[in-house]
Nanobody, 125 residues
């Protein structure tokens, strides 16, 4: 069992930066690939970024490439999402997930075993 708790969301202006964190419980964090997804009002949850168990492999949705960076610290059981040059269309609830199925990094929602409760990110224009 893995419990995930996101933090760092908030209200920012377009062009600003924000850093999200996702703290995981348990001693097996380093065996899970991690990812970030987001869900805007009236839309389905979509993939944002993913990272392999080692941190060597990362994946991004085209809409965030060059602006967002995913990283992890296995010693702290934490995965991060640094978001720069934020746009109003980045407004959503951001969720982190843990995947045991795809160690190299999972980009599909169904590949994730555990989810956090989400943190709201709102970008004003």
């Amino acid at each position: 069992q893995v419990q995930l708790v996101e933090s760092g969301g908030g209200l920012v202006q377009a062009g600003d930066s924000l850093s999200l964190s996702c703290a995981a419980s348990g001693r097996t964090f380093s065996s899970y690939a991690m990812g970030w997804f987001r869900q805007a009002p009236g839309k389905e949850r979509e993939f944002v970024a993913a990272i392999s168990v080692s941190g060597d492999n990362t994946y991004y949705h085209d809409s965030v490439k060059g602006r967002f960076t995913i990283s992890r610290d296995n010693a702290k059981n934490t995965v991060y999402l640094q978001m720069n040059s934020l746009k109003p269309e980045d407004t959503a609830v951001y969720y982190c997930g843990a995947s045991a199925m795809v160690p190299i990094g999972a980009v599909l929602e169904l590949e994730y075993d555990y989810w956090g409760q989400g943190t709201q990110v709102t970008v004003s224009s």
